[in-house]
């Protein structure tokens, strides 16, 4: 394709992959039936397969990751209580306050590692238990975590929390919408992750490239309440083992290629290190945050100069873009990239 029509490398998220041929054979191809009624055989294969993956009994397949953590944090609190989790975290910055909106839940703020929560972290945020405070309710982790830059959360300060957590007759939930990236760059399993956690929220539309789709998994009784929340919210589906076909899909062809995209925001980060006035952050996993030096050129402004040059990306601060590798962004694309950075700073 001549480079003038190419279409623009987009790292905008790994939320903006198109689903690729063999994804939209197995979703055209699904055995459906009425979910609403537990009978549709492609999501019951995709419930269990993440169950096993996690190490939990049971799953249950969501239209989004905010629907399935929201459902996690009403199964586990109870109005007026706290659930403590990082400052930078999703459900604090990026989930429209919905924990006080649908839960009642004030969540507690606590600052971490850059994202790397311990024990020491959560436990000056835990309330006394007296009369003049609320109650803490739930511990909150997210890992990957996504607004420190695809930081891998350690096993051992996941586990530091956990036992905290029990010590405390806490329950805990990961929000890991990329946890796979985690398990990818760790070599950590996914079930060691898990086991730090009673629920886990695990999404299949970041790195694994579908269209739709979360499951929260956790322990059978749990999930089983976790039905009722799902349809309060909406979330009842009918027949979408159309879209459960796609996560069974990305389970066999993309999870096995995440090492790839972490390698490439890699690449973009040391490309970008060579360049004056660009400092990027060492990435663990495929996203990227770039911070900028120039006096007179803000985030909003390299963003711009970046899309002439058919690079997309977003903002994350007044000085800071991030950029997020995914299966749509191959080789060639992260050498477009680092192109464009060169062009448009030149
Ligand atoms: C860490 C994390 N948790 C939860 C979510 C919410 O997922 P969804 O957009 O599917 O509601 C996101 C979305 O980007 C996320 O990055």
Redesign the pocket.
């Known amino acids: 394709m001549a480079e003038s029509v190419k279409r623009p490398v987009d790292l905008r998220s790994d939320?903006v992959t198109r689903p690729p041929p063999g994804m939209r054979r197995a979703m055209a191809e699904a055995e459906v039936d009425d979910d609403v009624l537990g009978k549709d055989p492609t999501v019951d294969r995709l419930e269990r397969r993440v169950a096993e993956l996690l190490g939990k009994d049971s799953a249950l397949f969501f239209p989004?990751?905010?629907q399935a953590?929201q459902t996690a944090m009403l199964l586990h609190t109870s109005p007026g209580t706290e659930a403590v989790c990082d400052s930078e975290s999703?459900v604090f910055n990026y989930e429209v306050a919905d924990a006080a909106w649908l839960a009642g839940v004030q969540l507690n703020p606590v600052e971490s590692d850059h994202g790397r929560l311990t024990a020491a972290d959560v436990v000056k945020a835990i309330r006394p238990g007296d009369r003049h405070h609320s109650r803490t309710s739930l511990v909150w982790m997210?890992n990957t975590h996504?607004m420190h830059g695809g930081v891998v959360v350690p096993l051992a300060s996941m586990q530091s929390v956990r036992e905290l957590a029990l010590e405390r007759e806490l329950p805990v939930h990961l929000?890991g919408?990329?946890l796979w990236n985690a398990s990818a760059a760790s070599g950590t399993s996914l079930s060691d992750y898990s086991a730090c956690a009673d629920t886990v929220m695990v999404?299949f539309?970041?790195g694994l490239g579908c269209p739709i789709g979360?499951v929260l998994a956790g322990p059978r009784e749990l999930i089983d309440a976790a039905w009722s929340v799902r349809k309060r919210l909406g979330g009842g589906m009918r027949q979408v083992g159309i879209l459960a076909a796609a996560g069974l899909w990305s389970l066999d062809h993309v999870l096995p290629e995440l090492a790839d995209d972490h390698a490439r925001a890699a690449r973009l980060a040391e490309a970008c290190r060579q360049i004056d006035g660009l400092e990027p952050v060492e990435p663990d996993t495929n996203i990227v945050m770039i911070d900028i030096t120039i006096p007179g050129i803000d985030a909003a402004g390299l963003a711009r100069r970046l899309e002439e040059q058919g690079v997309l990306l977003l903002t994350a601060g007044p000085t800071r873009v991030r950029a997020v590798t995914h299966f749509d962004v191959d080789d060639d694309g992260i050498s477009r990239a680092i192109g464009g950075f060169r062009s448009a700073l030149s």
């Open positions: 939320t989004s990751g905010t953590n999703h997210e996504n929000d919408a990329r999404c539309s970041k979360s």
